[in-house]
């Protein structure tokens, strides 16, 4: 995008109290490592705008005197209007229309397993992945055992396994959990392309088939339906990305290289959806972390970080995963906005056999707290008062801005 002021988010002043705001930010960062004005800066900073520069030409003497000033005006005037972007012109939505973004769903077994589903299948939809009904019970209790092991514990043929199923009921997870909506609201169902089971062979049709055409299906969803809330409990991550390059037999420099590709695409299409629909409010998951199981740092533009969750917008709420303490789980990644329930939780399968079993993740918990909004939505709550009643637990204070559902 051209213009700075055109980008998503809550936060858009002129040029030179960017300038003026980053240079003391980066000051900040530089002399006490503070995590919410690093967020602040990667969240203001311009292309070909570098504030490390400057610091580097004061004199050090005036470092310290800096600092102070940085905290002081950060505090008072910027980090009250950072946490606050969210709720900038919250308005109720009484009988809201949710639209549920994820993996493609037979609609059939849907009602078959789950009966009192109210729900729309979204004309843009993808064609579904049939599921094995005869092997998706042992596959489900395999997924869940993989929780408590470590990826180098399992066989390739148990990770094809896992991977495979984990595609397949990853839709009716979200779906299960959403579908608790006040009796007036309506969901919708748009089921787009899941992760290639074989990996990503070639760059140039997988972004075009899987990122280009797929937004564009979510763009013509948006405009029939103009939910109020959009569900996105998948996201997308470099790590991720190379991985599957690799096993699509890419070699590992071409890997990273294309990696950044598929990353770059990703970024710019979410940019537009979540410019092009501010009344929209994109309740997204934070993601699990990497391949090593532990949750890493959402930091705003940064291209390691997983999308759309590291875009800054103001229609979007990031959610991480809580455990039972009400402490953050140790696979969610931080730097998000709210918390809740990821751990453990009784989830849809779609298998006839097997029609629950427990499942933990980021996705899990922004399915609960989608339905959590809309729930307060229908009731006639704003979205500030909604956000106004989370509760910080002291060990989530410096880990999401708002804080976790009351329990």
Same mark, same amino acid.
């Given at each position: 995008?051209?213009?700075?002021?055109?980008?998503?988010?809550?936060?858009?002043?002129?040029?030179?109290?960017?300038?003026?705001?980053?240079?003391?930010?980066?000051?900040? /960062?530089? @002399?006490?490592?503070?995590?919410?004005?690093?967020?602040?800066?990667?969240?203001?900073?311009?292309?070909?705008?570098?504030?490390?520069?400057?610091?580097?030409?004061?004199?050090?003497?005036?470092?310290?005197?800096?600092?102070?000033?940085?905290?002081?005006?950060?505090?008072?005037?910027?980090?009250?209007?950072?946490?606050?972007?969210?709720?900038?012109?919250?308005?109720?939505?009484?009988?809201?229309?949710?639209? /549920?973004?994820?993996?493609?769903?037979?609609?059939?077994?849907?009602?078959?397993?789950?009966?009192?589903?109210?729900?729309?299948?979204?004309?843009?939809?993808?064609?579904?992945?049939?599921?094995?009904?005869?092997?998706?019970?042992?596959?489900?209790?395999?997924?869940?055992?993989?929780?408590?092991?470590?990826?180098?514990?399992?066989?390739?043929?148990?990770?094809?396994?896992?991977?495979?199923?984990?595609?397949?009921?990853?839709?009716?997870?979200?779906?299960?959990?959403?579908?608790?909506?006040?009796?007036?609201?309506?969901?919708?169902?748009?089921?787009?392309?899941?992760?290639?089971?074989?990996?990503?062979?070639? /760059?140039?049709?997988?972004?075009?088939?899987?990122?280009?055409?797929?937004?564009?299906?979510?763009?013509?969803?948006?405009?029939?339906?103009?939910?109020?809330? /959009?569900?996105?409990?998948?996201?997308?991550?470099?790590?991720?990305?190379?991985?599957?390059?690799?096993?699509?037999?890419?070699?590992?420099?071409?890997?990273?290289?294309?990696?950044?590709?598929?990353?770059?695409?990703?970024?710019?299409?979410?940019?537009?959806?979540?410019?092009?629909?501010?009344?929209? @409010?994109?309740?997204?998951?934070?993601?699990?972390?990497?391949?090593?199981?532990?949750?890493?740092?959402?930091?705003? *533009?940064?291209?390691?970080?997983?999308?759309?969750?590291?875009?800054?917008?103001?229609?979007?709420?990031?959610?991480?995963?809580?455990?039972?303490? *009400?402490?953050?789980?140790?696979?969610?990644?931080?730097?998000?906005?709210?918390?809740?329930?990821?751990?453990?939780?009784?989830?849809?399968? *779609?298998?006839?056999?097997?029609?629950?079993?427990?499942?933990? *993740?980021?996705?899990?918990?922004?399915?609960?707290?989608?339905?959590?909004?809309?729930?307060?939505?229908?009731?006639?709550?704003?979205?500030?008062?909604?956000?106004?009643?989370?509760?910080?637990?002291?060990?989530?204070?410096?880990?999401?801005?708002?804080?976790?559902?009351?329990?």
């Amino acid at each position: 995008m051209d213009d700075f002021n055109s980008l998503p988010g809550g936060f858009a002043p002129g040029l030179d109290q960017i300038k003026r705001t980053a240079t003391l930010a980066a000051i900040g /960062v530089v @002399i006490n490592g503070n995590q919410e004005t690093a967020l602040l800066l990667q969240t203001i900073s311009l292309p070909g705008l570098d504030p490390f520069i400057i610091i580097f030409r004061m004199k050090k003497r005036y470092w310290i005197p800096a600092a102070i000033l940085s905290a002081i005006l950060l505090k008072v005037f910027f980090m009250d209007r950072l946490h606050s972007v969210h709720l900038a012109d919250s308005k109720p939505s009484p009988h809201p229309t949710v639209l /549920v973004v994820d993996m493609p769903v037979d609609h059939l077994i849907l009602r078959e397993t789950l009966p009192d589903l109210q729900i729309e299948i979204a004309p843009q939809s993808r064609a579904v992945l049939p599921m094995d009904q005869k092997t998706c019970a042992s596959d489900l209790e395999l997924l869940e055992k993989s929780d408590q092991r470590t990826a180098t514990s399992l066989s390739p043929s148990d990770i094809t396994r896992i991977k495979k199923i984990a595609i397949q009921t990853h839709g009716y997870h979200i779906l299960g959990l959403v579908s608790r909506l006040p009796q007036s609201g309506k969901l919708i169902h748009l089921g787009l392309s899941p992760a290639p089971e074989n990996g990503i062979r070639d /760059v140039e049709s997988y972004i075009q088939s899987a990122i280009t055409e797929d937004m564009t299906r979510l763009r013509e969803a948006l405009k029939q339906y103009q939910p109020a809330l /959009v569900q996105l409990a998948s996201s997308d991550t470099f790590e991720e990305n190379e991985q599957d390059l690799i096993l699509g037999g890419h070699a590992s420099p071409d890997a990273r290289r294309d990696a950044r590709r598929i990353m770059a695409a990703w970024k710019q299409e979410w940019e537009r959806i979540l410019h092009d629909f501010p009344d929209t @409010i994109f309740v997204v998951a934070a993601g699990n972390g990497g391949i090593d199981g532990i949750g890493d740092q959402i930091i705003p *533009g940064n291209p390691d970080s997983p999308l759309p969750a590291s875009i800054p917008a103001k229609n979007m709420i990031r959610v991480s995963a809580s455990s039972k303490d *009400g402490c953050l789980a140790g696979f969610s990644n931080t730097g998000s906005d709210v918390a809740t329930d990821g751990v453990e939780i009784l989830s849809a399968t *779609g298998c006839k056999d097997k029609s629950t079993a427990h499942f933990s *993740g980021t996705s899990q918990a922004s399915a609960l707290f989608t339905r959590y909004l809309a729930t307060g939505f229908d009731a006639g709550a704003s979205l500030q008062e909604l956000v106004s009643k989370l509760k910080k637990t002291p060990c989530i204070r410096d880990k999401v801005r708002f804080g976790g559902i009351p329990r």
